[in-house]
Every structure is written in C-alpha cells, then in structure tokens.
C-alpha cells in the first residue's frame, strides 16, 4: 500500500532498498520547457539580421555548414543563447533560493536589494579602480551581492532575520544603491557612464566565448552545491524550530544559502549586467505550473531557461537589451500578482 | 521502540539578558507520558526548548538515556528526540501526505530518496493521526484540528522514542482536544515512547499524564505522580487559586474545582 498524495506519482525501484518517486506532472512540466528552451534556441539561432534556414543552422553546428553561416551561428549567436540559458537556469536558483529562505514569493534578489548591490560593486571596479576585465568586474559584483546581503541581514536582524522585514529593509536598501550608483556613474565622463548604464540595463549581445568559459565553469561547479542544500532548505520552510528538531542546522543552511543565492544572482549580473524579475518570476510560474510544494528547483530553472531565451528572442528582434524585456514582463507580472491578490481580498 | 529517560541537570536558560531559570533540575521517567503545567512565562516551553536542544543552556546538561544531547549529531539525535512546536509553518502549497514525509528528513542521507521504511513510517503516522483520507488534499485548507493532527503525523513519522509536544492543544476546540490527548495516550502506551507535553489544563493533565512536573518563576514546585501534584496547596502555590480538588468521577484521576469567590 502506499500514500495518496493527491497527484499522479511514479515510482521507480533501481534497487529493492530505495526507491525514487518521480512527480509525473513536474516531469511533464520539465520536459515541456525543455522542449520549449530547444524550439526557442533554434528561432535565436536562425533569426536576426540575417535569417538562415532551419538546415542552415544544423549544418553550421554539425560543422558542415559554410563559412558565413558557422560565423553566424556557432561564434555569434551560440554563445549568446547558451548565455541565455545559463543566466536563466542562474536566476530563477538564485530567486528559489532566497523565495524558500524569505518563506514569501517577493523575497527575489532584485527585490532584496541584492541586483543593485552586485551593480554598485561592477561600478566600483569599472569606474573607481578602473578595470574591465570580466573577471574583476564578476569579483567585484560578487562582494557587492555579499556585502548587500550581509548588510540587509544585519538591518533585518531581530531575533533571527524574518522574512518580510527582510524583504523590506531589502527594498530600503534596493533604493539607496541606486542612487549612490547614480551618484558615481553622473561624475563620469559621459562616454565611460554610457558603457556602464548600458551594462546596467542588462544585455546579453555582446557576450562572447572569453565571458562564456569562466561563467559556465562557475555555474557548474555551484549547481551541486544548489542540489545539496535544496532538501535542508526545504526543511527549513517549516519554521526553525521544526527543522532544527529534525536535525537540520539551520543558521548554517540559511548562510551557505544565502552566499549561493548571491554567487547565483552575481554571476549574471558580473556577465550580463542585473537582468531583473526572471529570479522573481520563474520560480512562482514552475511553482504553479508543477504544483509541487514551494519552489521546485529543477522545474524553476528550467523555466528561468526558457524565460531568459524567450525575452533574449523578442530583444533581438527589437534590438533592445535583454533585460529591457525582462524588466517588461516583471511589470506584467506584478500587476497581475495584485490583480489576483485584490481578488482574494 | 525502547523508552528513553530523559534528564536535566542545574540549568541555566535565558534568552540574550534575561534569565528564565537557574539551577532547574528535572526527570522526564523513560515511557512516561510527562505534563508540564505552570502559569504563563513560567519557564514552561523554555524548559521544552532546552530539552530538544533549541536553546543552549547557559549551564548545566540533558540527558536522553544517560547522554548529553549537546554531544550528539544533529541528526542522530533527531532520530532519537521530536519535537512538536507551538507553531510549525506548512510549506506553500504543500499536501498533506508531502507534510508528514518531511518528518523523514533525519533518516535520510543527502541524496537518499524514498525508501520502504519511510513509506511505512508515513503510513504508520497517517493511520495513527487518522489523515489518511487526507493525504492528497492541501495543508492551507485543513480545518485547526485536522491540521494539528497533520503536525502531529509529522512528528510520529520521526519515529522517535522520546517525543516532546509544546501546547499541542492550544487553539484547539474541546473536542479536538481530547481527540489528541486520547491520540497522545495511545501512542504513549502502545508505541511505549515517552511524551513530554506543555499543557494548560490541569485536568487534562491530571487525566492523561502519568508523570507532571509543576513550575513558577522557572523553578520546579513540584514533579511526580497527578495524585501527588495535583494539590489543593500546590494549585494555590502555583496559580494562587484556591481550589479544592476532588476525584474525577469518570477516570477517577484528580479534579480541580476553583472556589467560588465573593
């Protein structure tokens, strides 16, 4: 006999002691944005300026392809979709990771002030000290993602730190970046602020192999740690009292989660600039989408994916940057969460 | 499952400044089904808190069968002592069956999955709580009662001898009360695990436990059988309410009746 858990489940036994219990619904979700990311990452790589046939864009990957097309394809357009993908998958871990920490579905990086503390960081290193190395810009959106989020904790701090003060005093904080980034970049020579306000709409266009080496190696060696933490951070969404009576540590858990969410949300932003509400959005659409209880971390990257490639597709087609769109579609978003929310009230 | 003692000795509990108690020595007997009574801000859950390892003492050491928790893996420990909070928060979205699973969480390794016992020990605490025509449904939209046996399902999937409950009948109707408390007998009689329970009502406690432990101002007035502790002195000492104390009529344990007073 087993459980009824009031959805369809399937059972698999790859040996007689365990057994792994597969959600079939958020297996078809997954597959279904899967499949979605691969349509889409065709359209982007046939679609641009110059369009190419669907036999154009295989043949240039396979290698087979002539020179204009492998030129097109696999050296400028490749690396901005695999960029997609992977600041996609990034950001919606990052907005799981602090949404199950927060226990509240606003507890996104870009809400919690973390987005513009990882900025004020690329600024400082580009304009302050001056260089443009992707690596020192990536190390420097790091602190600055740390230091903010050591900052809000520490203001947010009353007996633990509660989820919505956090998000509150994230948002104070949120705002005063901005404007001490404003303040730096308005004391620039117009030309170096334009570079960094274009970064800082969050773009994917002109990012090539050099960016997409150390930021593919960083996002995998961090996804392991993301799978290791997920079932301890679940367990802390019952409250600390009940997760540490069933053995989990939870200041620990709650600080390597808190420093991944940030690694996360800092590798795009040092990449790509702050790419807003796909950290936000993702992983509340897998959430509704997969009915699984809280964040599901698989599904929500997957639809972080297929999010990121989705707005990278329409920002190509209206030559804007990407994270024009993505800022667009979180205003979509937030009217309809308060739509909804009016209604419930 | 083998009853487990549990011990504390010249504790030393307070939060930040504030010292809740000092040298407090109490004994939980092993398989006993002990109550905890005392007036508001008695030291009642501080105690509750520093028995499950919540809050460090300050001084002084528990036990659970002769050893101090404070040496002991977070998880071994969790496989051995539960605990039922005063108020547990349900995941968003989560159902019933999902709910009492996590209580496994001790059990299972990093990336250990779902494994027989843990089905069986799910079962057990759903059959147990009577949620298994349930299990399919959310969490949010459970009535007071059902959820609290849902947490109480929770807990029992722990599978822990030793199982502390922080008001576990607060906010419930009368009825649902002694639905749990009847709950709480069994699984302390049957499963032979010992209960250590912050009650309010002293009847009930009178009723259902086997051993009470009576506080004030954080220090133990009086520990023992209801029989003993339940005492026209005692009630007076610890709530300052005059009372007599008759035998219950029904379960011929201890009755308070509070004097009427002109």
Same mark, same amino acid.
């Given at each position: 006999?087993?459980?009824? %858990? ?56 396979? &290698?087979? &392809? ?21 600041? &996609?998958?990034?950001?919606? %871990? ?19 002030? $973390? ?16 260089? /443009?190395?992707? /690596? ?34 994230? !948002?104070?904080? #949120? ?15 117009? @030309? ?14 002109? %990012? ?47 600080? &390597?989660? =808190? ?7 800092? $590798? ?33 990257? %997957? ?17 804007? #940057? /990407? ?23 | ?6 011990? #504390? ?28 009574i005392g007036p508001n801000a008695c ?17 002084? =050491? ?11 893996? #977070?998880?071994? $420990? ?69 959820? @609290? ?28 009360? !002694? ?23 002293l009847? @009930? ?9 009576a506080m004030k101002d954080?220090r133990?007035v009086a ?8 005492t026209p002195e005692v009630v007076q000492d610890v709530f300052s309410v005059p009372c007599r ?11 308070v009746?509070p004097l009427?007073r002109?």
């Amino acid at each position: 006999m087993s459980v009824d %858990l009031g959805r369809p489940v399937a059972v698999w036994r790859p040996r007689p002691r365990t057994s792994l219990r597969v959600d079939r619904r958020a297996v078809a979700v997954g597959l279904v944005l899967l499949a979605i990311v691969c349509v889409l990452a065709v359209v982007s790589l046939a679609y641009g300026t110059y369009q190419l046939s669907l036999g154009e864009v295989v043949g240039a990957l396979t &290698g087979n &392809g002539d020179r204009r097309a492998h030129t097109l394809v696999v050296e400028w357009r490749l690396p901005r979709l695999l960029f997609a993908i992977g600041c &996609g998958i990034a950001l919606a %871990l990052a907005g799981s990771i602090f949404q199950s920490l927060t226990r509240n579905p606003l507890g996104s990086p870009d809400v919690i002030g $973390l987005d513009a503390g990882s900025y004020a960081g690329a600024v400082i290193v580009t304009l302050v000290i001056g260089s /443009t190395a992707y /690596t020192d810009i990536a190390l420097g959106s790091l602190v600055g993602g740390l230091l903010t989020a050591a900052l809000v904790y520490v203001l947010a701090y009353r007996r633990g730190a509660q989820g919505f003060r956090l998000i509150i005093v994230g !948002i104070a904080v #949120a705002a005063m970046l901005s404007s001490f980034n404003a303040y730096v970049m308005m004391r620039e020579d117009p @030309q170096t602020a334009m570079i960094v306000a274009a970064w800082g709409a969050g773009s994917l266009a002109s %990012l090539g192999y050099s960016q997409l080496v150390p930021f593919s190696i960083a996002l995998v060696a961090l996804l392991p740690l993301a799978a290791l933490l997920a079932r301890p951070l679940a367990q802390l969404e019952l409250g600390d009292d009940a997760a540490r009576s069933q053995g989990v540590h939870a200041e620990r858990v709650r600080l &390597g989660a =808190t420093i991944l969410g940030v690694a996360f949300a800092s $590798l795009v932003s040092a990449a790509a600039g702050p790419i807003a509400f796909v950290a936000l959005v993702a992983p509340q659409i897998a959430h509704r989408l997969a009915r699984t209880a809280g964040p599901s971390p698989v599904v929500s990257a %997957l639809t972080g994916a297929a999010l990121l490639v989705s707005a990278d597709v329409v920002a190509q087609h209206l030559a804007v #940057a /990407t994270g024009l769109v993505t800022v667009t579609l979180g205003g979509l978003y937030f009217i309809w969460l308060l739509i909804r929310e009016y209604r419930r009230s | 499952m083998t009853a487990h003692a549990l011990e #504390a000795a010249g504790l030393t509990l307070a939060y930040d400044k504030r010292v809740i108690s000092t040298d407090l020595s109490v004994h939980v007997p092993a398989g006993s089904f002990t109550a905890i009574i005392g007036p508001n801000a008695c030291g009642k859950s501080t105690l509750l808190r520093a028995l499950s390892r919540l809050l460090a003492p300050r001084a002084g =050491t528990v036990l659970l069968d002769g050893r101090d928790i404070a040496e002991r893996g #977070a998880k071994e $420990l969790a496989r051995e002592l539960g605990l039922l909070p005063q108020t547990s928060l349900a995941p968003d979205g989560i159902r019933v069956a999902d709910l009492v699973a996590r209580g496994r969480f001790p059990h299972q390794r990093v990336f250990d999955r779902w494994s027989p016992d843990d089905e069986a020990a799910v079962l057990r605490a759903m059959s147990a709580t009577d949620v298994l025509d349930l299990s399919g449904r959310l969490v949010d939209e459970l009535s007071g009662g059902q959820r @609290q046996r849902v947490w109480v399902a929770m807990a029992l999937a722990q599978e822990t001898a030793t199982l502390l409950l922080d008001e576990p009948t607060t906010f419930l109707d009368i009825a649902h009360q !002694i639905e749990v408390l009847e709950l709480f007998r069994r699984i302390n009689l049957e499963d032979g695990r010992t209960l250590v329970a912050v009650l309010h009502d002293l009847n @009930q406690a009178a009723r259902y436990a086997s051993h009470i432990i009576a506080m004030k101002d954080g220090r133990v007035v009086a520990a023992g059988a209801p029989t003993d502790v339940i005492t026209p002195e005692v009630v007076q000492d610890v709530f300052s309410v005059p009372c007599r104390v008759i035998e219950d009529p029904e379960a011929h344990t201890p009755l308070v009746i509070p004097l009427v007073r002109r």
